[in-house]
């Protein structure tokens, strides 16, 4: 079947989320406007047509505010304006209408648990000393043992080490303790605030007001804290399974501290209320990493957030049977709250989906590799079951986020020199975790060696440092080349506009293939089957519209190959 040449017009209808592709730009590589190695929203702009190109519906942006990049702009110190090694808010105006001519919406990247240390409440908070009122807005408190030495509880920083700094206080002395889930220079909010609140309502505002078409919610399920901030006692989250009946289950839900606490869901039916009283309504997602899809989906009912990031989707492993429980287990809790799924594979948190692919997936989750770092990888192997993935991603009902790069095929970095990484878990982890800039590498336009037509004219070291061998990786160099990655994302995302059966709506299972293959129906007549090995599979009758892998003349699909068939 040819594939269809145009896109269609943009997306009207205002429930254009339930079953949007979003793609993330992840602004400090995606392309360099002014030749400083840094990406921008000039260079956004100048490279707009590859998202168009592309056929996605919208862009999430990563923070793109005033920030000291203490943790690569998720440290906040101006809600309501630009980063100067970005742009202006005239830029970031005139980037959210072109990206509407178009036809693609604009998501935002809001962060609400914490602000940067710079951020002018905290440097009042700070200067202000103890007891001072300032110091309402974050959760500062007296450490403990006998000259407050110690912490005031043993929670513990994402990034490693406390999650508590002591501060010294104007008095030149060692004072009261702030708390930070994060980066030292990420301090916690107080979102028992009534300031806090307000604050947030207002920049929502700022940016709706600019046309923003809605925001991405950075950690949304740790904004409340257990009143008291008690010790965790060694309580693992997400808890480690357990086995019952030889099989490795998650246990009974049990309340955490500052993870997933119900009262947090009172914030968000607050901002729902600000998103729709826009015409048209603005949207959210939620990250959330939760361990149930039960209480992820809390986030979705239809008086809060619009969709949440699914990542049990991309913490599975790439065998069959696992992908299939994880695909039934998020649509039946879905369902239970009428919210739409979403697909995610990669994003600048986790290794990248190709170099997970690449490993032994016997190894169980996949998040992070480190604990497979030195494993042996085979990158062809990791592509091929990326190809694969993206069949299946598209095809399942609701919405899907690419994560930049993933369209090229571009793997994780894991040799990137120690004294270039740039993530505070290196540091924080004393180098035991490298950390995610592995998947943070500039991408790579044209040419033949870095930077790759990354900055405009300009050979500009770009500000993590790209491997030697991207140049048949580069989008100049996968354009038009229908073998490529890139082409087959620009095929997939075509076809899925087109075809009636894609975006929202049910999914049936079929049952008459192998239990190594994922393969269900979509109406109107459409079927995905995706053989994850090891023996070539016969496929059911239809004619095939897209195929990831190898499918021989008689209908015989490769292992860790995927098909999409009108039937
Ligand atoms: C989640 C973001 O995706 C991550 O990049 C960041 O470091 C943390 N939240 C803290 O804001």
Redesign the pocket.
Known sequence: MPVPSSRAPRDARSDWWRSAVIYQLYIRSFADGDGDGVGDIAGIRLRMGHLADLGVDAVWINPWYPSPMA??G?DVSDYRAIEGQFGTLADAEALIAEAHTHGLRVILDI?P??TSDRHPWFVDASAAGPGASERDRYLFRRGRGADGELPPNDWQS?FGGPAWTRLIEPDGNPGEWYLHL?APE?PDLNWEHVDVRADFLQTLRFWFDRGVDGFRI??AHSLIKEPGLPDIDGREYPPARVEVDGELVRPPWQSHPHWDRDEVHDVYREWRAVADSYDPPRIFVA?AWVDEPERLTRYVRSDELHTAFNFDYLQTPWIAEDMRKTIVHTLDEHEAVAAPATWVLS???VARHVSRYARDQSDGLTRQLQHLLGRPADLALGTHRARAALLLTLALPGGAYVYQGEELGLPEVEDIPEDALQDPTWLRSGGSERG?DGCRVPLPWSGETPPYGFSQGSHAQPWLPQPPDWSPLTVAAQAGDPESMLELYRAALRHRRQLAALGEGVLRWRDDLPDTVVAFDREPGFTCVVNFGPEDVTLPAGTVILASGHVAADGQLAADSSVWIAR
């Open positions: 943790d690569a998720y962060v648990n914490h994402n994060f990420q950075d950690v990250e994003n600048h948190d995610r």
